[in-house]
T-cell receptor, first 115, second 114 residues
Framework: GAVVSQHPSWVICKSGTSVKIECRSLDFQATTMFWYRQFPKQSLMLMATSNEGSKATYEQGVEKDKFLINHASLTLSTLTVTSAHPEDSSFYIC???????????FGPGTRLTVL | AQSVTQLGSHVSVSEGALVLLRCNYSSSVPPYLFWYVQYPNQGLQLLLKYTTGATLVKGINGFEAEFKKSETSFHLTKPSAHMSDAAEYFCAVSGPNQGGKLIFGQGTELSVKP
């Protein structure tokens, strides 16, 4: 089946620093990747949709200058949380889909803790 | 616009009992419907999905769901709960020409008592 990985699985950083999270599709070419944020005991909130080679489309209320998304290849998308603050602490999950398919394949998530 | 409502944020059943997790949707286009399961600190795993065709959909781990257009529902069932079924379950909706975007319900935590 289609496998999506994320790296790192968890990260702790100091307030004011930037953190990069990678999302890779391991055995398929992902034309579209999605980034979600999940708070404890809550549902997934879509942050942005990215298509390979084009700018990401951000959901309303998501700061594009704070959450930088790059989808440079068909197998890799990155999310950079810039100038992280404690309120950015969350579980970040990516997913990927390939052209013509309506299913998303989810990564294992990255736990970000900002001190 | 699309939305999903999962009735009951927490459901508790005994091992061997029927599992029923409720999901109702709203969609202005023919819906694609999904059920995902999430174990603690993990990503989501697809249990089953409905796009077109047969309205009774069978998934992994003995789960199934039935698309009922008249009731705008897509409830998830399993005849006999197992301890390993304890997890968070999410219903989601998408549709044609939606760019693949999923709209998730609030989630239902399933507990299984021995």
């Amino acid at each position: 089946g289609a496998v999506v990985s994320q790296h790192p699985s968890w990260v702790i950083c100091k307030s004011g620093t930037s953190v990069k999270i990678e999302c890779r599709s391991l055995d398929f070419q992902a034309t579209t990747m999605f980034w979600y944020r999940q708070f404890p005991k809550q549902s997934l909130m879509l942050m942005a949709t990215s298509n390979e080679g084009s700018k990401a489309t951000y959901e309303q209320g998501v700061e594009k200058d704070k959450f930088l998304i790059n989808h440079a290849s068909l197998t890799l998308s990155t999310l950079t949380v810039t100038s992280a603050h404690p309120e950015d602490s969350s579980f970040y999950i990516c997913s990927a889909s390939f052209e013509g398919d309506n299913e998303q394949f989810f990564g294992p998530g990255t736990r970000l803790t900002v001190l | 616009a699309q939305s999903v409502t999962q009735l009951g944020s927490h459901v508790s059943v005994s091992e061997g009992a029927l599992v029923l997790l409720r999901c109702n949707y709203s969609s202005s286009v023919p819906p694609y419907l999904f059920w995902y399961v999430q174990y603690p600190n993990q990503g989501l795993q697809l249990l089953l999905k409905y796009t077109t065709g047969a309205t009774l959909v069978k998934g992994i781990n003995g789960f199934e769901a039935e698309f009922k257009k008249s009731e705008t529902s897509f409830h998830l069932t399993k005849p006999s709960a197992h301890m390993s079924d304890a997890a968070e379950y999410f219903c989601a909706v998408s549709g044609p020409n939606q760019g693949g975007k999923l709209i998730f319900g609030q989630g239902t935590e399933l507990s299984v008592k021995p």
